[in-house]
């Protein structure tokens, strides 16, 4: 595979080849898998009690300077993969008896990702997890491939996403993404054990002092999808991570406080249907091992 790459929202035209990383995502044009193995840490409607046949990518198309991922975020680190060897490995995931294919951080691989998808039946359902800062053109080479799409919606203000994610454009990128995404899949279904098969779960995390950028968020998934439509999660696992000194608004976790007056926010204002998360979240526990486990 060899490809000048226009992939993702930042257009870079870097020539992404199957053994070198270029890009804004450092990537090569082949996945670069970490680890491969069952995950109890998504949702319950995503995790369940099988777990979720998580596969963790390396790179990223942003530079969020609070990843709790960094270790495989910045570089292209772990395994790479075959578009066959990635159709082994959903298959290794699905006989571990997990309740879905939980792709992380799959955007700059969409055209391995998509070829490695297409025919493949696998009788549970596919999860794109992703930052939300994705392409329209790209999320259609996935239609009828991915099932459940499960973006992040980081930002809707324009000085956050350029100060934390060198991402001005993010907010119209991810409305953008995430309208998609609702017209691929529609409203939200669950099988008979509450498990998610089909929709849009739309995550946001809360961040220090970006109360603000939280409601403009609840109220965007609020106003722009019917009621009962989607799924929506609020997040309080924000932890501080080391390399915080230039932003040092980030280098405390969220105050109690203001997760309580956003919980209150979505519950008077936001979507009916989805999560809240307990403060008690916002620990480092949750970060798997990098290790190529199931790889």
Known sequence: MDFICSDCPRRCGARRTDDAGAGFCRSPALPTVVRAAPHYGEEPCISGT??????????????????????????????????????????????KGVHNINLVTPTHYSRALAAALDGLE??????????????????????GL??????????????????YSVAPDYPAVARAAIREMFRQRGHFELDDEGMLRSGLLIRHLILPDQDLNSMDAIDFVAEEFP????????????????GLEACPELTRPVEPELSERLRAYLERYG????????????TDEMIPAWDLTGV
């Open 50 to 95: 099988r777990g979720s046949g998580t596969v963790f990518f390396s790179g990223c198309n942003l530079r969020c300077v609070f990843c709790q991922n960094r270790e495989i975020s910045r570089e292209s680190v772990g395994k790479m993969l075959s578009v066959s060897a990635l159709r082994d490995l959903f298959r290794r995931l699905q006989d």
């Open 122 to 143: 696998l009788g549970i359902p596919v999860v794109w997890n992703s930052s939300g800062y994705e392409s329209v053109e790209t999320l259609r080479r996935l239609e």
């Open 146 to 163: 991915v099932q459940i799409y499960m973006p992040d919606l980081k930002y809707l203000r324009e000085e956050p996403a350029r100060r």
């Open 227 to 242: 009621a009962g439509s989607v799924l929506f999660s609020l997040m309080s696992q924000y932890t501080p991570m080391p």
């Open 271 to 282: 979507p009916a249907d989805g999560y809240w998360q307990e403060g008690s979240a916002a």
